[in-house]
């Protein structure tokens, strides 16, 4: 038995990268996984493939997390497939970076769209399933950025702090009903994004971070774990850090 043997965990923006570390951790711990991606490509049809491998139920869907209709639409669908949502990891994101002076509004909307307003979606969508079952966990994927901010991606950090001020709200709303909401903070953790970056970039990151290496997906699906499982059944509103000591 895992941790998670039985419940069904929605992740989207999971083909790929911590999305996709994540589903693999709850699949191996005995989760059904319904993940979503914009499209359904290549990287979608192989994580499907290898979360199947674990024995588990797996289906991704292709849909536009930044819609309303959209979203309401996939989780009637993953409800009807899978017969519960036990679990919502808020995962789906994107960079537009730049300063601010220099931003568009296009870049600003996008980001804002994707990173929260999809989280505030999904939430909306999935909380009336897990209110009937009168449990469910929550995880929005925030970033150190935004606890402290980092110049150059005013619309990243935004939606991020928003995404920690919207686990805090619904941990405070829906704790009457069973439902727990918290947020994981990742720093520097080296995925297919950080990987383009220059060595002396990564470098003087490393210098940032007392631990002096930057994190992995695994790391991140580790904390995930733990705030889907009972593991942390009296665990809501919380901010978790993943990253190396960098932002204490």
């Known amino acids: 038995m895992g941790l998670l043997t039985g419940k069904t965990a929605i992740v989207t923006g999971a083909a790929r990268g911590i999305g996709k ?9 005995g989760a059904n996984i319904a993940f979503t991606d914009l499209v359904i490509d290549e990287n979608g049809q192989n994580t499907e ?8 139920k797996v289906k991704g869907y292709a849909s536009n997390a930044a819609s309303f209709e959209d979203t309401a639409k996939v989780v009637e669908q993953i409800h009807a497939d ?3 949502v036990d679990i919502l990891v808020n995962n789906a994101g994107i960079t537009k970076d730049g300063l601010m002076m220099r931003m568009s509004e296009a870049q600003w909307d996008a980001v804002i769209g994707v990173n929260l307003k999809s989280a505030f979606n999904f939430i909306h969508a999935c909380t009336p399933i897990m209110m009937r079952q009168k449990s469910g966990s929550i995880i929005n994927m925030a970033s150190v950025v935004g606890v402290h901010g980092n110049a150059g991606q005013c619309n990243y950090s935004a939606s991020k702090a928003g995404m920690i001020g919207l686990a805090k709200s619904i941990a405070q709303e ?5 439902i727990r909401a918290n947020a994981i903070a990742p720093g ?5 994004m950080t990987a383009k970056l220059s060595d002396e970039v990564k470098a003087e990151w490393a210098k940032k971070i007392p631990l002096r290496r930057g994190g992995t997906p695994e790391d991140v699906a580790n904390i995930a774990l733990f705030l889907a499982s009972d593991m942390s059944s009296y665990v809501s509103g919380q901010v978790i850090q993943v990253d190396g000591g960098m932002n204490m």
């Open 188 to 192: 520097f953790i080296i995925t297919d």
């Open 82 to 84: 899978f017969g519960s």
């Open 49 to 56: 493939k290898e979360i199947a491998a674990l024995g588990v």
């Open 174 to 178: 829906l704790g009457s009903r069973g």
């Open 21 to 29: 570390a994540i589903a693999m951790k709850f699949a191996a711990e």
